[in-house]
């Protein structure tokens, strides 16, 4: 069984377009994650969830909106598409990483956006 | 704001040598939280290794372990007798102290190639 899956892993679509991505963990964790990585690789925090509720909002365009049904999915809805929207999005859950210890981020396979 | 700095871009390291792969953490924080992962060409992140900043001992699992460094807040990662296999990009990162505690900051990455 796959710990933290997302869907489409692949996503191909034109400006202005609005799509979603899928997230759903089977660990039973109360933290789910949205990660943008850049063409450069670097990995970026964009929200965090905890038990359903927002806790991070790292300045992220309010075209990306995303939504937390129950603690184990994250969903994430894109509006109006931009070139730069294109990224690897991936999602991650964990233990509540306030309780410290090993919180180990379990991430999804990605999903690689391109906007063209 | 925390920052994560890991200064080589990449690394070229013989088979069965082993490899070291700094990073370095800018915080005034005591309480924190090191990682590391793997990210190889298929794209998914592999959780490697967890050192808490209060832990005694320097963390170990497998053929990963840590060398940190407390006072400069450093977690150089060695991994022993490198395989072919273990090509790929290491990013360091770090769960700051409770009030922001709800993500991973992470380095830009190392990406590792190992010849044969």
């Known amino acids: 069984d796959t710990a933290v899956s997302q869907t489409p892993k692949y996503l191909v679509t034109q400006m202005g377009n609005d799509k979603s991505i899928k997230c759903e963990q089977n660990l039973g964790h109360d933290t789910m994650y949205w990660y943008k990585q850049d063409s450069k690789k670097f990995l970026k925090i964009m929200f965090s969830?905890?038990?359903?509720?927002?806790?991070i909002n790292e300045t992220v365009p309010n075209r990306f909106s995303p939504k937390s049904p129950d603690k184990a999915h994250l969903n994430l809805h894109i509006n109006s598409l931009e070139l730069g929207d294109s990224a690897v999005y991936f999602c991650a859950s964990s233990q509540d990483l306030a309780a410290g210890g090993n919180t180990e981020a379990f991430f999804g396979q990605g999903t690689r956006l391109t906007v063209v | 704001a925390q920052k994560i700095t890991q200064t080589q871009p990449g690394m070229f390291v013989q088979e069965k040598e082993a490899v070291t792969l700094d990073c370095t953490y800018d915080t005034s924080d005591p309480s924190y939280g090191l990682f590391w992962y793997k990210q190889p060409s298929s794209g998914e992140m592999i959780f490697l290794i967890y050192q808490g900043s209060y832990d005694q001992q320097n963390a170990t699992e497998g053929r990963y372990s840590l060398n940190f460094q407390k006072a400069s807040i450093s977690a150089i990662i060695v991994i022993s007798a490198s395989q072919l296999g273990d090509s790929a990009m290491y990013f360091c990162a770090m769960r700051p102290p409770i009030q922001g505690a709800q993500k991973l900051v992470f380095g830009q990455g190392t990406r590792l190639t190992i010849n044969p």
């Open positions: 969830y905890n038990n359903k509720e927002l806790i």
